[in-house]
């Protein structure tokens, strides 16, 4: 590993703070040699308030992760050191990679045990936004604080004066800044929510940014349970990609719904030192964080918001197989897709997928959601297009669809990434009471 984004690393979301930008360029402008990191999975003390210190999970001992930065179309080695005393898997949200990277305890690859070492390679296809996170003992491990941040920069990066990651989560502390329960038996129906809301860990965190620069936020959604409905006031921002992917044109950011497991890029010129643009949430508009514009190291320069390039996703054909997914919640059995809850998976004993997909085929697939909870439904391994959606958005490629009550979304793409790929809400209670299963394409 060179030594720039050794301390880079080290430095997590520090990258966000505006001193520290030379070295996120610097991982930023590397145009060769290799992208190699290593991640420890570990036990480390944390204090979120009243001086009461607790145990997190964490990726190289800092509550906030490290935010790891690949190339589009560049090999990247990650080696990951379980320290926990419970196995544990990363999987790489949104990222078009082989099975056998794809991080799913049993499905893809043998959970890592205690004091195990295993090397994720993998050559990321799409540039934009994603995310890492456990996919083992989930409610626990994404609660206790196995997430990060995963970017991957555009071939030919695209220029930005300031490239922030905003991670959104909010974590169950209680009034003395203990652990509440991560999961209730009332409250795991819609969620049990956290009760502390922050922004790269932090609560309500001041970032600051350059003066008269070109700034691209990068939202990321790495709660188990909250949607976070984001607006930024004080200053007029573009949206510019959802879920990694760019958008055909781009549109001024009113507001978005950001579920678990899903990303918006958002870019905005910044204004003049001292200038306060605020980050806030939902109906009641809390404040999440600040970002205030400090003082430009040297002359700004003038430039135009860079049009993203489209990622190389296989266009599916107009002949399509259809196929229809129930959302339902069945009293007794809990959470299912299409009447059959997956809540086990073992190394010998895979279960039935929910559908067998023939490799290199297109497919559309009805996603009824039978429910009154919304669902952030997460395919892995490929990138979809929402063409037909009875309560929101289409005409966007991304790896996660939120369903709204009673709502449903029609999706389109090519089955074209061999495996056995799971395929379940991203509301980590739903997923592990059953409303979780997989699809096989060969
Ligand atoms: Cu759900």
Not at 249 to 274: H, M, W
Not at 354 to 364: C, D, I, P
Request: with cysteine; proline share 7%.
């Amino acid at each position: 590993m060179d030594i720039s984004r050794r301390n880079f690393l080290k430095l997590g979301l520090g990258i966000a703070a505006f001193a520290a930008l030379p070295k996120f360029t610097l991982a930023a402008t590397k145009k060769t040699g290799a992208y190699h990191y290593s991640i420890k999975v570990m036990h480390t003390k944390h204090c979120f308030k009243n001086n009461q210190v607790i145990d997190i999970m964490s990726y190289n001992e800092t509550i906030e992760a490290p935010v790891i930065i690949a190339r589009q179309g560049q090999p990247i080695t990650i080696e990951v050191t379980n320290l926990l005393d419970e196995p544990t898997t990363i999987h790489w949200h949104g990222l078009r990679i082989p099975i056998e990277m794809d991080g799913v305890p049993h499905l893809s690859q043998p959970p890592i045990l205690p004091g195990e070492t295993f090397t994720y390679r993998f050559t990321p296809p799409d540039a934009g936004t994603y995310w890492y996170h456990s996919h083992v003992n989930s409610i626990h491990q994404l609660g206790k604080g196995l997430s990060g941040c995963f970017i991957v920069e555009e071939s030919q990066p695209a220029k930005f004066d300031a490239d922030i990651p905003l991670l959104l989560r909010s974590w169950r502390i209680d009034e003395e800044g203990g652990w509440l329960p991560l999961t209730t038996p009332k409250s795991f129906r819609s969620g049990t929510k956290g009760t502390m809301d922050t922004v790269n860990s932090k609560s309500i965190p001041t970032i600051e940014i350059p003066e008269r620069s070109l700034i691209r936020l990068r939202l990321v959604n790495v709660d188990s349970t909250k949607i976070y409905k984001v607006i930024l006031a004080g200053r007029k921002s573009k949206l510019i990609a959802i879920d990694g992917h760019p958008l055909e044109s781009y549109r001024t950011f009113e507001n978005y719904q950001v579920a678990p497991g899903c990303r918006i890029d958002l870019a905005l010129r910044s204004p003049v030192k001292d200038k306060t643009i605020v980050l806030k949430a939902n109906d009641d508009e809390k404040i999440l964080a600040y970002l205030k514009t400090v003082k430009h190291q040297g002359i700004p320069i003038k430039r135009s918001l860079p049009q993203l390039p489209p990622n190389p996703i296989s266009q599916y054909k107009q002949n399509r197989k259809e196929y229809m997914f129930s959302f339902t919640w069945q009293g007794g059995d809990g959470w299912t897709i299409n009447g059959k809850p997956l809540l086990h998976i073992s190394q010998d004993d895979h279960g039935k997928p929910l559908k067998r997909l023939k490799l290199g085929k297109s497919y559309t697939f009805i996603l009824n959601n039978n429910t009154q909870y919304r669902h952030p439904i997460h395919l892995h391994g490929h990138i979809f297009r929402v063409i037909e959606n009875s309560g929101g958005e289409v005409g966007y490629w991304t790896d996660t669809v939120t369903l709204g009550k009673s709502q449903t979304v029609k999706i389109a793409f090519v089955a074209d990434n061999p495996g056995k790929w799971m395929f379940h809400c991203h509301i980590i209670e739903h997923m592990k009471t059953g409303m979780s299963g997989y699809i096989e394409v060969s």
